[in-house]
């Protein structure tokens, strides 16, 4: 039996079936993870919220509440047997987000793309491209951008090939979003009141970029992730 609530769950209003992580029993830890799939529709499973966000609006996050419900020993993600090895529960969640930040990575690394394209066009169309300032920014957030999408491909590149990456997956997570958010902002500047009408694609670029730095862990965490794997950072 499941009781409980999840907050900015993705799509999960729509969805057949969700994943839900719960614990069986919160004195055994960690060792107690598991993971359900929940049907649509099962009894206690329900109560869905759209939120309402300042950016990702075409991704519909939602929340939920668990009452009461009861889902079949069969729903269990993987059997038992999956979670008695270390790879289980807690450590197979975990896991997840090695492969998951790379792709958050690559994600903001396209919105700064796209901003700084957009910023590209609007100073070439301005008579702002000759600006050297301005060229030095639009330069220097690309560099970033550059540096950050490696980052990423690396991390994704040893996923790919089931080879440890918690470090590169934190790192790429770490870099990715700061260096987009730095590329719309920069974006904003340069478009000016035209950039704060909101029928802009910058604008909503601008939006958009600043939930990548939040999902599959803040840039805080992944700075503790890898002080944690390089220079031994108590838990």
């Known amino acids: 039996m499941l009781d409980g609530a999840k907050s900015f769950s993705g799509n999960s209003g729509r969805a057949e079936w969700t994943v839900v992580f719960a614990t069986i029993d919160p004195a055994l830890g960690r060792a107690g993870?598991?993971?359900?799939?929940?049907?649509?529709g099962t009894p206690g499973f329900g109560d869905f919220r759209i939120e309402k966000k300042m950016g990702l609006k075409a991704?519909?996050?939602?929340?939920?509440?668990?009452?009461?419900?009861?889902?079949p020993a069969a729903n269990l993600l993987g059997g038992e047997a999956y979670y008695e090895q270390r790879s289980?529960?807690?450590?197979?969640?975990?896991?997840?987000?090695?492969?998951?930040?790379?792709?958050i990575a690559g994600m903001a690394v396209g919105i700064g793309r796209a901003a700084l394209d957009e910023?590209?066009?609007?100073?070439q169309a301005q008579g702002l491209a000759s600006d050297l300032r301005l060229r030095d920014r639009l330069?220097?957030?690309?560099?970033?951008l550059k540096a950050a999408l490696l980052m990423a491909l690396?991390?994704?590149?040893?996923?790919?090939?089931?080879?440890?990456?918690?470090l590169e997956a934190?790192?790429?997570?770490?870099?990715?979003?700061?260096?987009a958010?730095?590329?719309?902002?920069?974006?904003?500047?340069?478009?000016?009141?035209?950039?704060?009408?909101?029928?802009?694609?910058?604008?909503k670029l601008f939006r958009d970029v600043k939930a990548l730095d939040i999902v599959e862990g803040t840039g805080q965490i992944q700075r503790v992730v890898m002080a944690r794997h390089l220079v031994g950072l108590p838990n």
């Open 33 to 40: 993870h598991r993971a359900f799939v929940v049907e649509r």
């Open 59 to 71: 991704y519909e996050s939602t929340s939920f509440f668990l009452s009461g419900c009861r889902v």
């Open 88 to 103: 289980g529960g807690f450590k197979g969640a975990m896991n997840t987000f090695n492969a998951g930040r790379p792709a």
């Open 119 to 123: 910023a590209a066009a609007f100073m």
């Open 139 to 144: 330069e220097r957030s690309r560099r970033k």
């Open 154 to 166: 690396r991390a994704a590149w040893l996923a790919d090939r089931r080879q440890p990456n918690m």
């Open 170 to 179: 934190s790192a790429s997570k770490a870099l990715a979003p700061p260096a």
């Open 181 to 203: 958010f730095e590329a719309t902002s920069f974006a904003m500047e340069v478009l000016g009141l035209a950039g704060g009408r909101g029928d802009h694609l910058i604008e």
